[in-house]
């Protein structure tokens, strides 16, 4: 009885806090993008098709690894890359698919191109060419600096 009880309490702990640790392969390899037509909202821009794989991750919590980037001057926009600034995707190593936008519950204190492993929830984003196509809401990380 102690020996089931035992796997019943070992089985609980690692299914309450399942999240899945993903690689930026995983969000290159992830996408894909059609043109839209002149009729379209945004026309010119790419729509953005996920595959089934990150589909079924939207909403659940994930793990990526990457480098910390602050956007405007005043702090409060930030993002996730697999490149540091020097070569991020603006630059012309990679596309949009190779950052994250993060969204944090507080100011994180972390430098430019810190290196940074970022848990949250992940979403997708198919509608609006002038975010990111993917976002981490509710941000925790610890950087490896």
């Known amino acids: 009885m102690r020996f089931f009880i035992l796997i019943v309490l070992i089985w609980m702990g690692t299914t309450t806090y399942a999240q899945t640790s993903l690689d930026w392969s995983d969000l290159t390899g992830g996408i894909s993008f059609q043109a839209l037509s002149l009729e379209d909202p945004f026309p010119g821009f790419t729509k953005a098709k996920f595959s089934e794989s990150l589909t079924e991750l939207e909403g659940k919590e994930i793990v990526l690894t990457g480098y910390f980037l602050v956007l405007d001057g005043n702090q409060s926009v930030y993002m996730l890359s697999m490149n540091p600034m020097a070569s991020c995707f603006f630059c012309g190593n990679g596309g949009p698919e190779t950052v ?26 198919r509608h609006n060419p002038n975010q990111y196509y993917y976002r981490i ?9």
């Open 100 to 125: 994250v936008g993060l969204q944090f519950t507080e100011k994180p204190p972390f430098k430019m191109d810190e290196l940074l492993s970022v848990n949250g929830i992940l979403r997708l984003n």
């Open 137 to 145: 809401e509710n941000a925790d990380a610890i950087s490896f600096n």
